[in-house]
C-alpha cells in the first residue's frame, strides 16, 4: 500500500505498482510522473467515477483495478492504453457499455456485480480475451460478435437475466471453465428437497474460521457431539452466482466416494449453511490458484513433484467424480487443482460448488457440449500436473490424453466415459 504523500514527495518515481487507497474522488495527476515505469495501477476502493483523458499517458500500464469506486460508465479512453491486458470494476455501478471501450489487447476482464444490461457488437474484436466476469450484472442476451472471442477460457455468466444461452458459447474452442447459474432460465427458486438432515443454526458450535471462499466462510464447529465443518453463506451475489444455486447443486450431486461428503444443510433463507465432513488434516490442495502472469492456468509450491503413477490416479478419480456430476446434471465449473485436496495414496477430495450450474434446462447438444468443456478442463489439469512430473519417461500416454482432452475441435474430444477407459 502507498500514500498521496509518498507519491507528491517524488518517493515512488521508478515505480512499476502503485496501490491507493484514500477515498479518492478524482484521479490523482502525480500518478502521471510514474508514466515511464508503471505497470500496475490499484485505485480500488475509493470514490472514483472517471478517468481523465491523460490517462493514456500511462504507456507501460498492463493491469488496472478499479473495484469498489463509483463508476456507472465504461471510461472509453482505456481503449487508448497500448500495454493495458487486464482491467477490473468489480462491484460498481456501471451501466453504460459503449463500443469500442476497451483495448483489444484486453485477456482479463472483471466486470462483476455492476449493472450491466448489454456488452457492446464491438465485444467480438477482444479477440485475445482469456478470462471474463460477469457475474451479478443485467445482461439478458450476448453479442453474436462474442463468438469471434476464440481465446476465451474462463467465463462467468451466472446470475444474470439470461433467457437462454446459445449454441456458439459451448464452441468456443478454448472455454474450459464456465459458470451460468442463477439466470431467468435456470434459476433456483427455492431450496430442492434432499434426502439429508435439516440443520438449524443454532445446532451448530461454532468453533473456529478454518476457510473462506468467494461465497461463503468454513468453520471447524461441533454438531451432535462431533465435529464437523459448516460452510455458511454470505447471502449476496459472488464472483460465481448465488449461493441458493450452489447450495441447489452441491445437493443434486449426491453422494461419490471422492466427493466431500454432506451431512446436513440449514435452510434458513438469511443464512443457508452446509454440514460436512471434516477433511483429515492429512489432506492438502493439489495446487495453487492462477497468478496473475498465469491467468487462468494454476501453479505449484516450490519443489512439488508428482509420479507418473500418482497423477494417473488423480485423473482417474477426478474424471470418475466429474462424470458423476454429469450423470446428475451439474457441471462444476472450476475444475482446478487448487480445488482438489489429495492425501499421500493419493486419495482425491473434491468440491467446492460456487461455480456450479443445473444443465437440466439446457438441449441434449449443449450438454454434451458442456460435457467436453469440462474434458478439457481435465486436459488441462494433466498438463499442469505433467509440468511438476518427476520421470522423464512414460509420460507420452499422458501428454497425448491432455491433447486429446483440449483439442480445439470441441467435438473431436473423448467423453468422460471414454477419458475413464483411457485411464
Not at 479512453?77 to 469500442?100: D, H, T
Not at 466462510?217 to 459472488?238: E, P, R, S, Y
Not at 508428482?306 to 465449473?333: D, R
Not at 488441462?380 to 509420460?395: G, H, P, Q, R
Amino acid at each position: 500500500m502507498n500514500t498521496l504523500e509518498q507519491l507528491r514527495s517524488g518517493q515512488l518515481i521508478g515505480a512499476t505498482r502503485l496501490q491507493l487507497v484514500e477515498q479518492l474522488a478524482s484521479f490523482p495527476e502525480e500518478i502521471f510522473t510514474l508514466a515511464d515505469t508503471l505497470e500496475v495501477l490499484d485505485l480500488s476502493n475509493n470514490n472514483l467515477a472517471d478517468l481523465p483523458d491523460e490517462f493514456a499517458q500511462l504507456t507501460k500500464l498492463k493491469r488496472v483495478f478499479l473495484s469498489f469506486n463509483q463508476f456507472k460508465h465504461i471510461p472509453p479512453v482505456l481503449a487508448q492504453c497500448p500495454a493495458l491486458i487486464m482491467i477490473a470494476f468489480k462491484g460498481n455501478q456501471i451501466s453504460e457499455f459503449a463500443e469500442n471501450s476497451l483495448p483489444v489487447s484486453t485477456q482479463w476482464l472483471i466486470l462483476t456485480d455492476n449493472e450491466i444490461t448489454q456488452l457492446p457488437e464491438s465485444f467480438g474484436e477482444l479477440t485475445q480475451l482469456r478470462k471474463l466476469a460477469l457475474a451479478g450484472n443485467k445482461l439478458t442476451t450476448l453479442p453474436q460478435s462474442m463468438k469471434n472471442c476464440k481465446a476465451l477460457e474462463l467465463v462467468r455468466l451466472s446470475a444474470n437475466n439470461l433467457t437462454q444461452v446459445d449454441d456458439w458459447l459451448f464452441e468456443l474452442p478454448k472455454l474450459t471453465w464456465l459458470a451460468f447459474a442463477g439466470n431467468d432460465f435456470n434459476k433456483s427458486q427455492c431450496l430442492h428437497n434432499a434426502p439429508l438432515n435439516k440443520a438449524n443454526i443454532d445446532e451448530f458450535e461454532l468453533i473456529s474460521q478454518i476457510g473462506e471462499g468467494a461465497s461463503g466462510i468454513i468453520h471447524l464447529a461441533k454438531w451432535q457431539q462431533k465435529n464437523v465443518a459448516v460452510k455458511l453463506f454470505k447471502g449476496a451475489i459472488t464472483s460465481d452466482g448465488y449461493p441458493l444455486d450452489e447450495v441447489n447443486c452441491c445437493l443434486q450431486t449426491g453422494q461419490h466416494s471422492n466427493l466431500i461428503k454432506v451431512l446436513a444443510y440449514s435452510d434458513n433463507p438469511a443464512q443457508l449453511g452446509l454440514v460436512m465432513e471434516l477433511i483429515s488434516s492429512e489432506y492438502q490442495n493439489l495446487g495453487l490458484p492462477p497468478t496473475l502472469d498465469t491467468c487462468t492456468r494454476d501453479t505449484f509450491a516450490q519443489h512439488t513433484q508428482f509420479s507418473i503413477t500418482a497423477i494417473k490416479s488423480i485423473v482417474k478419480q477426478m474424471t470418475s467424480t466429474v462424470a458423476h456430476l454429469h450423470a446428475n446434471n451439474v457441471s462444476h465449473g472450476d475444475i482446478y487443482a487448487h480445488n482438489i485436496m489429495v492425501d499421500k495414496e493419493p486419495n482425491v477430495l473434491f468440491g467446492d460448488f460456487g461455480a456450479a450450474t443445473n444443465l437440466a434446462s439446457l438441449s441434449d447438444y449443449q450438454r454434451q457440449q458442456m460435457q467436453y468443456i469440462e474434458v478439457r478442463a481435465i486436459g488441462c489439469l494433466i498438463d499442469d500436473l505433467l509440468s511438476v512430473c518427476n520421470e522423464n519417461e512414460a509420460t507420452e500416454h499422458l501428454n497425448t490424453l491432455a491433447q486429446q482432452c483440449m483439442a480445439k475441435q470441441v467435438s473431436s474430444r473423448p467423453s468422460l466415459q471414454t477419458l475413464i477407459e483411457s485411464l
